[in-house]
């Protein structure tokens, strides 16, 4: 349990992609804040955005409903979003609420920078 | 350890989203203790998280120091069934059960998933007026193995 580790750890750059590594619990607490810091990351005009999930224990809806504004965003800018190393659990409210087939979801962050 | 029968576990919390990841831990144990495995506490937890987040976000308008009561039970039916049952009651405003509803996941937006995850994952989901005000959310899960245990 994490609930009060910020939301976004760090931003790397890997040429035109943003790498924004998650951590913690994405809960109706973490949401707010999380909008404002994965925004940042459209600053720099990236070609594309890969959220790295791997230290993401657990998301709910609001996080959920977080990452969807975040895809609208990247869709009118011509952005392409991609979700990497999201753990089962997280995977579950994807699966549930059927957005696993609307976001792109890859299993590592090299497959996502391939 | 099981949860016994007929020994409710009562617990008060505050209508702030810092206290939500205590909330989970909890469900999650109950859970384990009343006989789901990993997959099934999980779904009852975010069953319950999402409930709780509908309660401080709609009933008590991010009001963060309103009352949450949280009752988990084992019942035992007739056909010898056990399910979980979590009971929620918060004192805020009412919305009418009826408008309390899932949406089209077609239509991709932010918001109003809650309500759809919360009937996706349990069995029974009933709202009704408290007594006093408020509301009270009824939750019930089967629990595995127990769906039917006399013939």
Redesign the interface.
């Known amino acids: 349990?994490?609930?009060?580790t910020p939301p976004v750890q760090d931003i790397r750059w890997i040429g035109a992609t943003a790498v924004v590594d998650l951590a913690g619990?994405i809960?109706?607490?973490a949401s707010s804040s999380l909008q404002q810091q994965l925004l940042r990351s459209l600053d720099r005009g990236p070609e594309r955005v890969v959220i790295n999930l791997a230290r993401v224990g657990?998301m709910?809806?609001?996080g959920?409903?977080?990452l969807?504004?975040l895809?609208?965003r990247t869709r009118k800018l011509g952005v392409e979003l991609l979700l990497a190393r999201m753990n089962?659990?997280v995977r579950?409210?994807f699966e549930?609420?059927?957005?696993d087939s609307?976001f792109r979801i890859v299993a590592t962050e090299e497959e996502a920078l391939g | 350890m099981t949860l016994p029968l007929g020994k409710p576990i009562r617990l008060t919390v505050l209508s702030d989203?810092?206290h939500?990841?205590?909330v989970?831990?909890m469900v999650e144990r109950v859970c384990e203790m009343a006989g789901f495995d990993a997959?099934g506490a999980?779904?009852i937890m975010?069953s319950v998280?999402?409930a709780m987040?509908n309660i401080?976000?709609h009933a008590y308008d991010g009001d963060t120091h309103q009352p949450i009561d949280v009752e988990f039970s084992i019942e035992a039916h007739d056909d010898g069934c056990e399910c979980l049952r979590i009971r929620l009651r918060d004192y805020g405003r009412r919305e009418d059960p009826a408008r309390i509803r899932s949406r089209d996941?077609q239509d991709?937006?932010?918001?109003g998933?809650?309500v759809?995850?919360i009937k996706?994952?349990m069995d029974s989901v009933q709202y009704e007026p408290a007594e006093g005000g408020g509301t009270a959310l009824t939750l019930m899960k089967s629990i595995p193995g127990k769906e039917q245990m006399t013939s």
């Open positions: 349990m994490s609930g009060h619990d809960d109706l607490n657990y709910d809806s609001s959920v409903a977080t969807v504004k895809l609208s089962d659990r579950s409210i549930i609420t059927r957005l609307v | 989203p810092a939500l990841p205590l989970r831990c997959a999980h779904r975010l998280d999402e987040t401080i976000r996941l991709v937006r932010p918001g998933l809650g759809h995850i996706e994952c």
